[in-house]
């Protein structure tokens, strides 16, 4: 029998999973994306510095990394090379909004999954007074996803979409006032990540059964995550694909059209592999492969987020006062901006022609991570819930943790080129 | 009083700025309303949390906030928000459903007041703002991209103790929306000696490089953003005017 999943709610934009049942079991699953705005098209002819604060648009919980991915694609092109200084302000801005995610997806989006937050919904398996502490950290994770926000915002001016980073470097210059600010926020982060790994572990304890559930199959890319500042790189560049350790070659990338009635997910494929990407990706990268599972994307996540705010706190000591840069000299060419972000890996490719934007080109995370089945193969999270066993079908909750484990965001995820032979989206795959 | 927050074709960058609001907090607005539909926040998923969405709106007591713009194309095919029934429901039909019984609606953001980013040219999507698909209904705007979610959260607390809220003709709360960023902006100083940036960055007045502070309406210079410490023209950038009308259907960079 067929089940509608429709919203998938507790994540960011709108996902539909169809699934086919067999005797409580799994058989098929299919990942829809159902909203569309067009960036790359609405982004063309337009003045290319506009780029930068325009692709934060695409979404609301990750703007600072469009931001980071496009201004490396127009610095690329125009063949600039930005301070250590600019490196660093971006890498905090880009580590406070990592935080703020985290947090809330954390505590707003997961652990709802596993315990009673705000009333009885489910039978939760955690004892209620380790229960009641969660809630109680639940409700002060608001605080601090907030405080998160707040220290991005002394850099970004305000979030979401920030205007810190822009073309040449970044428009902030700390002064002293800020920066103890920005100290306390990022000590008061870091204090929380310990109490979320707390949670997490009381989770995992009684939930272990979610160790096995949920594997994309392992293979994993990460486009580098702090990477331009060696000191503080969270994850380096690079594909593990069949366990094995390779060097991220951005040639071995392609995106691929699928048609569907109502989603507007493409499949992005990397050696014409669907890859998982994201924290769990980037702790197989830095410390050898890890089995993809449900509890062990969330595992990541929340250690991912004690190590940020450990660099965010050096980071800041290292930040310049009273400094800034940026440009506004950029050429025509072609560049390439990519990054690892929140959910992995981010793409932003721009062609300038007669110092307009000409052609844009972005491949998300969660574009990786929710793609559709193309040539017979699975997306990551489609193979993720296939042999899933449903206890209840009128209520498959095991679907819903598994696919909440992702962090899904179809805002990011839509970007689809053609439809029923129509082009919606002028980009086209155009790495040089 | 219930509340629906409908996020429709947009960013969902109102509903994370909303929950980024201090004083009144999202925790504390939350004693006050209860928050039946939110693709965000709320723990039901699929029929269930769209059974919520009907039954709220046959209760009839509730706030209407829709962030995004209203995608259009082929009846609003381009956004789905849910199933019911054995059939999709778009955007488009809930905004028209969820209209009807509203005590209040509330357009959170640019792309909803205004159509914003969603509906920019070539808008493929055939988006709109709220006010084009449900004409005849009082809307209050409260556009920004994002709204700050302190502005939301004053005015949601604001119509929970019944305050009046006076609107001005594009149906904008004028104890947020009566000023212009220049009217109260930080740089006026700068801009009446006439030093003006030459680049995003320089300390000055960014009239010169695009700054439509003069044009747009906005509380920014006082309210500032997140936790009251800066705003983008305090970052040394331009003000944009995302609180406006057009936006962005304009360059934002411009050289000097
Ligand atoms: S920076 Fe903009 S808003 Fe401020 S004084 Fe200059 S023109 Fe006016």
């Known amino acids: 029998m067929e089940i509608i999943l429709s919203p998938i709610t507790r994540i960011s934009g709108f996902l539909t999973i169809v699934l086919e049942i067999d005797n409580n079991v799994v058989i098929d699953a299919k990942c829809k994306g159902t909203m569309f705005r067009g960036f790359e098209k609405l982004l063309i002819n337009r003045h290319p510095l506009d780029a930068i604060y325009l692709t934060q648009r695409i979404c609301g919980i990750c703007s600072s990394a469009h931001s980071i991915a496009s201004s490396r694609a127009l610095e690329d092109c125009s063949k600039i090379d930005i301070s250590f200084n600019s490196k660093l302000v971006r890498n905090i801005i880009h580590g406070f909004d990592i935080l703020q995610n985290h947090i809330r997806h954390f505590y707003l989006f997961s652990v709802p999954d596993f315990i009673n937050v705000e009333g009885e919904k489910i039978n939760s398996k955690v004892p209620k007074e380790l229960e009641n502490k969660i809630n109680e950290n639940y409700i002060k994770s608001l605080y601090y996803s907030t405080l998160a926000h707040q220290g991005l915002s002394i850099f970004g001016g305000k979030a979401p979409h920030n205007h810190g980073i822009v073309f040449g470097g970044v428009t902030s210059k700390l002064n002293l006032y800020e920066f103890s600010k920005a100290v306390e926020i990022s000590k008061e982060l870091l204090e929380f990540t310990n109490i979320m790994i707390d949670d997490y572990q009381i989770i995992e304890k009684y939930y272990d059964e979610y160790n096995k559930l949920g594997d994309t199959g392992g293979n994993y890319i990460s486009f580098g995550l702090f990477e331009d500042t060696p000191e503080f790189t969270i994850c380096k560049s690079g594909a593990l694909i069949n366990k094995e350790l390779c060097n991220l070659d951005l040639n071995n990338l392609k995106e691929y059209e699928v048609q569907d009635d109502i989603s507007f997910i493409n499949a992005p494929r990397y050696i014409d592999l669907p890859v998982e990407v994201g924290p769990l990706a980037r702790q197989s990268i830095r410390s050898g492969w890890i089995k993809s599972s449900t509890l062990n994307r969330i595992k990541a996540r929340v250690y991912e987020a004690k190590l940020i705010a450990e660099r965010l706190n050096e980071m800041l000591n290292l930040v310049t006062i009273n400094q800034n840069e940026t440009k506004t000299d950029f050429i025509d060419g072609i560049g390439v901006g990519i990054t690892d972000t929140i959910r992995g890996a981010l793409y932003h490719n721009v062609e300038i022609k007669d110092k307009k934007i000409y052609k844009y080109n972005i491949i998300t995370p969660s574009a990786f991570n929710l793609s559709p089945t193309y040539n017979n193969v699975k997306g990551p999270l489609e193979k993720a819930l296939i042999g899933t066993y449903i206890e209840d079908i009128n209520n498959p909750i095991e679907i819903i943790r598994i696919v909440h484990s992702f962090d899904p965001c179809v805002s990011c995820a839509t970007h689809l080129v053609s439809k029923n032979g129509e082009f919606l989206n002028e980009n086209y795959f155009m790495h040089r | ?256």
């Not at chain 2, 969405?53 to 609003?76: D, M, Q």
């Not at chain 2, 009807?100 to 055939?126: L, M, R, V």
């Not at chain 2, 609107?167 to 700068?190: K, Q, W």
């Open chain 2, 1 to 256: 009083m219930e509340l629906i927050w409908l996020e429709a074709n947009g960013c969902s960058g109102n509903i994370i700025s909303f929950l980024n609001s201090q004083n009144p907090s999202f925790g504390f607005l939350k004693q006050k309303i209860n928050i039946t539909f939110s693709n965000s926040d709320m723990y039901p998923y699929g029929e269930a949390a769209m059974e919520d969405f009907f039954k709220t709106v046959e209760n009839g007591n509730y706030i209407l906030v829709v962030e995004g713009a209203i995608a259009t194309r082929e009846n609003g095919k381009y956004n789905i928000i849910g199933y019911y029934n054995n059939q999709y429901v778009t955007a488009l039909e809930a905004v028209k459903i969820a209209s009807e019984n509203a005590k209040y609606i509330i357009s959170a953001g640019t792309c909803s007041c205004f159509g914003g980013i969603s509906a920019s040219d070539p808008n493929i999507s055939e988006s709109k703002a709220l006010s084009e698909v449900i004409p005849n209904k009082m809307i209050i705007k409260m556009p920004g991209c994002p709204v700050s979610g302190n502005w939301m959260a004053s005015l949601l607390l604001s119509l929970l103790e019944n305050k009046a809220i006076e609107l001005d003709p594009l149906g904008r709360p004028i104890y947020l929306y009566g000023n212009t960023v220049h009217d109260f902006c930080e740089r006026r100083t700068f801009f009446e000696r006439n030093i003006f940036a030459k680049k995003v960055g320089d300390i000055g007045c960014y009239l010169k490089i695009g700054c439509v502070g003069p044009s747009t309406k906005a509380p920014c210079p006082y309210t500032k953003w997140n936790g009251y410490i800066k705003w983008p023209i305090g970052v040394n950038s331009q003000c944009i005017g995302c609180t406006s009308k057009d936006f962005p259907n304009y360059t934002l960079f411009k050289e000097e």
